[in-house]
């Protein structure tokens, strides 16, 4: 019985039962009565499925050419595939804006709106700070930044040097492994970690980019590691990122962003009238409005003096539009600290050494903490909305003492444009169809005489797979693809911290104006994971 287990390829018990009524009772019983698995000859009987497995692929092998001379030509019905709106806000969890009655904002990536020229000073100040502070090689100054390598939400690992996508599991992306501005292959990847798979806690060994900011680094980081490699230079990974981590710090800690960008408002600042309209609605509601910025006074005044002078009145000052402001409160730490709050003299550029009982609106505060925020205003937490671009610094701490929760993602607009084209939708269907027809080979279970078959086919399937996934990713960025999505589409690292942390995410605030106060917003029924990512079937490229 045991050498017929074998022989089958299949388990069966071996219990007396079986053997009795299936062997023992009939001594002519024929063992293709046992059904074996396709593809095995049994002494005595032929059960060779070769003829069926070749008929399956077969048909396979036609639905694929079929599906191909339907690549040919966008059907006209892929046009009338719904499509996302770039400016929509998507909800994680539900949310009754009636509910809401204190709206709370960040000032960098959030209220404020820049220009790609930040991305570029933030980089040339910081690597201009590695040469002639931290004497790094004078030849690092003929970097530049390439605002078309990174994206939010990369990793980078201090121990291996790597910046790395993660999807939504924390495994790596297959396309999304550098080491400095190479990529690396799946073999190498394998080799270096054993796995794709990081798990969520060999994630806390890496250092997340999450904000806005983070682009000049991610940038930075890759490129003086690449210019070290080839160089032959010895390096210690995690000394590179300390340094361009100090450097990008003191580019914002020391004012010197700050100072340019106030000197050439023009050039780096978004005059947007829409956010003031936003703000002055929420007013006229009788909302409580209030600013928590980390960035000190005088930069978040000149920036809102220039965004917003067009729109406000004259002889008024954008902080009529808020009941509290509070500038440098030292977010993440804000959230968990006890600090007090400190008055600070506008006029004098001092703080005051009274304590601060309470948070008046014709005054501005430093420092402080959630804990003080929450006794002296008195504002519970589900009627409390707190908006902000850092997934981490901003919205965690909020999100666990009961806010509500909203994230600024800029590029979201713009790949939401991306996904609604006729060029990403095309590729997407290809795909969707191409991984159906790969399940069904998948299936098929092949003896060796026809495997040939078989494998022509599977690898024709495979790069073609390849193709469209290349194709879908150079569409947003040819280095790592997507922000929320990765290339075998699924939801990326940094759409599981929003979908962790984030209520509702949206590109700016001032899309809240599209929304009537008594909205209820809630998520899709039919949406698991990323509210704004349609899917397009397959099936619209079976048959004309």
Same mark, same amino acid.
């Given at each position: 019985?045991?050498?017929?287990? +074998?022989?089958?390829?299949?388990?069966?018990?071996?219990?007396?039962?079986?053997?009795?009524?299936?062997?023992?009772?009939?001594?002519?019983?024929?063992?293709?009565?046992?059904?074996?698995?396709?593809?095995?000859?049994?002494?005595?009987?032929?059960?060779?499925?070769?003829?069926?497995?070749?008929?399956?692929?077969?048909?396979?092998?036609?639905?694929?050419?079929?599906?191909?001379?339907?690549?040919?030509?966008?059907?006209?019905?892929?046009?009338?595939?719904?499509?996302?709106?770039?400016?929509?806000?998507?909800?994680?969890?539900?949310?009754?804006?009636?509910?809401?009655?204190?709206?709370?904002?960040?000032?960098?990536?959030?209220?404020?709106?820049?220009?790609?020229?930040?991305?570029?000073?933030?980089?040339?100040?910081?690597?201009?700070?590695?040469?002639?502070?931290?004497?790094?090689?004078?030849?690092?100054?003929?970097?530049?930044?390439?605002?078309?390598?990174?994206?939010?939400?990369?990793?980078?690992?201090?121990?291996?040097?790597?910046?790395?996508?993660?999807?939504?599991?924390?495994?790596?992306?297959?396309?999304?492994?550098?080491?400095?501005?190479?990529?690396?292959?799946?073999?190498?990847?394998?080799?270096?970690?054993?796995?794709?798979?990081?798990? +969520?806690?060999?994630? +806390?060994?890496?250092?997340?980019?999450?904000?806005?900011?983070?682009?000049?680094?991610?940038?930075?980081?890759?490129?003086?590691?690449?210019?070290?490699?080839?160089?032959?230079?010895?390096?210690?990974?995690?000394?590179?990122?300390?340094?361009?981590?100090?450097?990008?710090?003191?580019?914002?800690?020391?004012?010197?962003?700050?100072?340019?960008?106030?000197?050439?408002?023009?050039?780096?600042?978004?005059?947007?009238?829409?956010?003031?309209?936003?703000?002055?609605?929420?007013?006229?509601?009788?909302?409580?409005?209030?600013?928590?910025?980390?960035?000190?006074?005088?930069?978040?005044?000149?920036?809102?003096?220039?965004?917003?002078?067009?729109?406000?009145?004259?002889?008024?000052?954008?902080?009529?539009?808020?009941?509290?402001?509070? *500038?440098?409160?030292?977010?993440?730490?804000?959230?968990?600290?006890?600090?007090?709050?400190?008055?600070?003299?506008?006029?004098?550029?001092?703080? *005051?050494?009274?304590?601060?009982?309470?948070?008046?609106?014709?005054?501005?505060?430093?420092?402080?903490?959630?804990?003080?925020?929450?006794?002296?205003?008195?504002?519970?937490?589900?009627?409390?909305?707190?908006?902000?671009?850092?997934?981490?610094?901003?919205?965690?701490?909020?999100?666990?003492?009961?806010?509500?929760?909203?994230?600024?993602?800029?590029?979201?607009?713009?790949?939401?444009?991306?996904?609604?084209?006729?060029?990403?939708?095309?590729?997407?269907?290809?795909?969707?169809?191409?991984?159906?027809?790969?399940?069904?080979? =998948?299936?098929?279970?092949?003896?060796?005489?026809?495997?040939?078959?078989?494998?022509?086919?599977?690898?024709?399937?495979?790069?073609?797979?390849?193709?469209?996934?290349?194709?879908? +990713?150079?569409?947003?960025?040819?280095?790592?693809?997507?922000?929320?999505?990765?290339?075998?589409?699924?939801?990326?690292?940094?759409?599981?911290?929003?979908?962790? =942390?984030?209520?509702?995410?949206?590109?700016?605030?001032?899309?809240?104006?599209?929304?009537?106060?008594?909205?209820?917003?809630?998520?899709?029924?039919?949406?698991?994971?990323?509210?704004? =990512?349609?899917?397009?079937?397959?099936?619209?490229?079976?048959?004309?």
């Amino acid at each position: 019985m045991a050498a017929l287990r +074998r022989s089958l390829g299949v388990f069966f018990p071996a219990s007396n039962h079986f053997l009795k009524s299936s062997l023992v009772a009939n001594a002519n019983a024929n063992p293709c009565h046992l059904a074996p698995s396709r593809g095995f000859k049994l002494d005595g009987c032929n059960i060779d499925a070769d003829s069926t497995s070749h008929d399956e692929i077969t048909k396979i092998r036609n639905e694929f050419e079929e599906a191909k001379k339907n690549f040919l030509n966008i059907p006209a019905a892929l046009n009338e595939m719904p499509t996302m709106n770039p400016e929509g806000i998507y909800i994680n969890k539900n949310l009754k804006l009636d509910d809401l009655q204190v709206y709370g904002f960040d000032y960098d990536y959030t209220l404020s709106h820049y220009s790609e020229h930040l991305q570029v000073l933030i980089y040339d100040l910081a690597k201009k700070h590695l040469v002639h502070e931290l004497k790094y090689p004078d030849s690092c100054l003929q970097f530049e930044y390439d605002s078309k390598f990174p994206v939010r939400g990369l990793y980078y690992d201090r121990q291996k040097g790597c910046l790395l996508k993660l999807d939504f599991f924390g495994s790596i992306e297959t396309d999304g492994c550098f080491h400095g501005r190479r990529k690396l292959t799946l073999d190498e990847i394998k080799e270096l970690y054993g796995t794709r798979h990081i798990g +969520r806690n060999h994630q +806390r060994g890496l250092v997340a980019l999450m904000d806005f900011f983070c682009f000049s680094e991610a940038c930075l980081i890759a490129d003086i590691i690449q210019h070290f490699t080839d160089a032959k230079l010895d390096f210690d990974a995690s000394y590179v990122y300390e340094d361009v981590n100090h450097a990008i710090q003191h580019v914002h800690r020391s004012g010197l962003v700050h100072r340019q960008i106030l000197a050439e408002p023009h050039k780096f600042l978004v005059k947007n009238e829409r956010v003031v309209q936003f703000l002055q609605k929420l007013k006229e509601k009788g909302k409580k409005l209030f600013l928590l910025t980390n960035s000190p006074f005088y930069f978040v005044d000149g920036g809102m003096h220039y965004m917003l002078e067009d729109y406000i009145g004259k002889g008024s000052s954008w902080r009529e539009l808020f009941d509290v402001v509070i *500038a440098q409160a030292n977010k993440p730490t804000f959230y968990n600290s006890e600090y007090p709050f400190r008055c600070y003299d506008i006029e004098k550029d001092t703080l *005051a050494f009274t304590p601060v009982d309470k948070l008046l609106p014709n005054e501005v505060y430093y420092h402080g903490s959630l804990k003080s925020f929450l006794q002296i205003t008195k504002w519970k937490g589900p009627e409390v909305i707190y908006f902000g671009d850092h997934l981490f610094s901003d919205l965690r701490g909020p999100a666990k003492a009961g806010w509500r929760t909203a994230a600024i993602i800029h590029e979201l607009e713009d790949e939401i444009k991306i996904q609604n084209s006729e060029s990403y939708r095309f590729q997407q269907a290809k795909l969707h169809i191409i991984l159906e027809l790969l399940g069904k080979i =998948h299936a098929t279970v092949v003896s060796t005489e026809k495997g040939q078959i078989y494998k022509s086919l599977l690898n024709e399937l495979n790069s073609e797979r390849q193709k469209c996934r290349a194709a879908m +990713r150079d569409l947003f960025n040819s280095s790592f693809g997507a922000t929320f999505l990765t290339d075998t589409g699924k939801e990326s690292s940094f759409a599981y911290h929003i979908h962790q =942390h984030a209520d509702v995410y949206t590109s700016k605030p001032e899309n809240f104006l599209a929304y009537p106060p008594e909205s209820w917003l809630h998520p899709p029924y039919d949406v698991k994971i990323m509210p704004h =990512h349609v899917k397009v079937p397959g099936s619209l490229f079976k048959g004309s």
